[in-house]
């Protein structure tokens, strides 16, 4: 029998301090029953996570680590890109101490095997070789070899998977039907493509809002996305609403921009044509005299 709870959704953009795209991102509070489940540890790492797969096309992710705060945190798949990469990643610094002592550690070997007295090098030796150990430790803790999901549109690392954790089947089973929920989800959205880069920016900031994307990483996506649609930059305008405050009105509320843009435009068109005929009529008064 499957578990129903409720995801909560969180929306706290503003629209005072950013421009927006047009957005057809749908708020949706309805519980969700439980999918499939995925729970990853790595006791070398000091790693865990535990993913949660729901019908409602969500992903919740809870994840503890050693010298972090744990996340908890949920992922729409209608903004992922449904195709797994492997990505590997080596910490450079490491590696290159862990050579150098390991190099060292072998050189002052060989130096002890030539000496008459074997236990004048020892304690330096002792001293490389733990040297050498805890850096390749390190070496393994921050490097990385692990399956990533990005966002669609930003290129975001949204989700990452410890390859075959637990095991081999239960890993498989929960990637295959992530990445099909994912290819379902993005078939239903808008066609239109300025309003998926909308509701896909909208949530990276809810993301931002709930401190699991840093705000320089943000910044970088935001400016991707308007570099990608420059031209919707011109639809933009500055509007006093109703406390006299200056905001930001875009396609994304057109309703508001008709009903306090039109009305304006309309009075000083009629405005222009009181003046032509007033123009007109006083040209044609002088001619009669």
């Known amino acids: 029998?499957?578990?129903?709870?409720?995801?909560?959704?969180?929306?706290?953009?503003?629209?005072?301090?950013?421009?927006?795209?047009?957005?057809?991102?749908?708020?949706?509070?309805?519980?969700?029953?439980?999918?499939?489940?995925?729970?990853?540890?790595?006791?070398?790492?000091?790693?865990?996570?535990?993913?949660?797969?729901?019908?409602?096309?969500?992903?919740?992710?809870?994840?503890?680590?050693?010298?972090?705060?744990?996340k908890k945190y949920w992922i729409n798949l209608a903004y992922l890109e449904p195709t797994p990469r492997r990505v590997f990643k080596i910490d450079r610094l490491f590696f290159y101490i862990t050579g150098i002592l390991s190099v060292s550690t072998v050189v002052f070997m060989l130096i002890n095997a030539f000496l008459d007295d074997p236990w004048r090098l020892m304690p330096v030796n002792i001293v490389l070789i733990s040297s050498a150990l805890i850096s390749f430790l390190l070496l393994i803790y921050r490097s990385k070899d692990r399956i990533v999901l990005f966002s669609r549109y930003g290129r975001i690392n949204w989700l990452e998977f410890l390859i075959n954790k637990p095991n081999r089947r239960a890993y498989k089973e929960f990637i295959e039907k992530l990445v099909s929920v994912s290819h379902a989800v993005s078939s239903h959205q808008s066609p239109r493509h300025e309003q998926r880069l909308g509701a896909e920016l909208h949530e990276h900031r809810r993301l931002r809002d709930e401190g699991i994307l840093p705000s320089h990483v943000y910044e970088n996506v935001k400016q991707r996305f308007l570099g990608q649609h420059v031209y919707l930059k011109d639809v933009y305008m500055e509007h006093s609403d109703y406390r006299g405050n200056q905001v930001e009105i875009n396609s994304s509320n057109l309703k508001y921009v008709i009903k306090q843009v039109v009305p304006k435009l309309g009075d000083k068109f009629a405005m222009l044509r009181r003046n032509i005929k007033n123009r007109i009529s006083q040209s044609g008064q002088k001619e009669a005299v």
């Open 1 to 70: 029998m499957s578990q129903v709870i409720s995801i909560p959704i969180k929306s706290t953009i503003n629209a005072d301090d950013e421009i927006l795209l047009a957005s057809s991102h749908k708020e949706n509070e309805a519980p969700y029953s439980r999918l499939l489940e995925l729970s990853q540890v790595s006791l070398l790492k000091s790693y865990s996570a535990h993913f949660t797969l729901f019908d409602g096309h969500f992903v919740s992710v809870n994840i503890k680590t050693a010298f972090s705060r744990p």
